[in-house]
């Protein structure tokens, strides 16, 4: 992190040297200010350590793995290429060092005006100070997030705990979702957690877990996934008692058509 801050910081001298010498060449005022003749120097050390001190609070801390960072390696895995093997073995070579990052990145939730200012200016993604406004990197360490969890698998295990917690925020809608996608995703790890948050009837987004059963019975029974669905058929939230009936009527279809179900 160090070397590349410096990096960015001789380049940000470089710039701005060369910034102050165009503006004293090609500047339209008859008399340039005497202060840019006598402290050319120190206005490019300060203008530097300005860019440096911006570059620190925005550089990322993701780890890396042979000179590449982990949004590289799963940008590369994202992309069909012959290198995707490659990329996907990185970042499972990273391993658990890489899950406090792809915690951190799926964690953001965007302000409230965000859709609409991202559906109302989208011409703004295309520049720099567009991007930064709209939260463009947040956004796509935020799905990046998802797919390094894919990749992960297994090693992701370590932070199903997390995930379910930041499902059941009720603050991070969005950023609930995509915990609910990676747990989903996780699969038998997950199930205590999926199976707490359908009995708890504090979550917010209990009618979005009665279908994870549904795909958990072809992984780990009928008998394990019916009966927190059974125990919320009678659950006085209409939205999870729908839910829940559905995915009972795709696991267990004879409890909807058997003469004692009638």
């Given at each position: 992190m160090t070397y590349i801050n410096i990096r960015r910081f001789l380049k940000a001298v470089t710039i701005t040297q060369r910034f102050c010498l165009l503006w004293r060449r090609f500047s339209p005022l008859k008399e340039q200010p005497a202060f840019l003749g006598r402290h050319l120097a120190f206005i490019v050390v300060w203008?530097?350590?300005?860019?440096?001190?911006?570059?620190?609070?925005?550089?990322?801390?993701?780890?890396?793995?042979?000179?590449?960072?982990?949004?590289?390696w799963i940008d590369i895995a994202a992309q069909p290429s012959d290198l995707r093997p490659q990329a996907e073995g990185a970042v499972r070579s990273l391993g658990t060092n890489a899950i406090p990052t792809l915690l951190k990145w799926i964690r953001y939730e965007p302000p409230?005006?965000?859709?609409?200012?991202?559906?109302?200016?989208?011409?703004?993604?295309?520049?720099?100070?567009?991007?930064?406004?709209?939260?463009?990197?947040?956004?796509?360490?935020?799905?990046?997030?998802?797919?390094?969890?894919?990749?992960?698998?297994?090693?992701?295990?370590?932070?199903?705990?997390?995930?379910?917690?930041?499902?059941?925020?009720?603050?991070?809608?969005?950023?609930?979702?995509?915990?609910?996608?990676?747990?989903?995703?996780?699969?038998?790890?997950?199930?205590?957690?999926?199976?707490?948050?359908?009995?708890?009837t504090n979550h917010p987004y209990r009618d979005r877990v009665a279908p994870y059963f549904t795909f958990m019975a072809g992984v780990l029974g009928k008998s394990a996934c019916l009966p927190p669905l059974q125990a919320a058929l009678d659950d006085p939230d209409p939205r999870v008692r729908s839910a829940v009936t559905n995915a009972l009527r795709s696991i267990a279809p004879e409890m909807f058509t058997s003469p004692l179900a009638r």
């Open positions: 203008l530097a350590a300005v860019v440096l001190g911006l570059a620190f609070l925005t550089s990322s801390d993701e780890p890396h793995f042979r000179g590449r960072s982990l949004s590289q409230a005006w965000h859709p609409f200012a991202r559906a109302k200016f989208g011409l703004l993604l295309h520049i720099a100070p567009g991007r930064w406004l709209l939260g463009e990197s947040s956004y796509q360490n935020a799905n990046r997030a998802i797919q390094g969890f894919f990749i992960l698998k297994t090693n992701a295990n370590c932070a199903v705990p997390d995930l379910a917690e930041l499902f059941k925020d009720p603050a991070r809608r969005k950023a609930a979702g995509r915990a609910m996608i990676v747990l989903y995703a996780l699969g038998p790890p997950a199930f205590p957690q999926m199976v707490a948050a359908l009995a708890d």
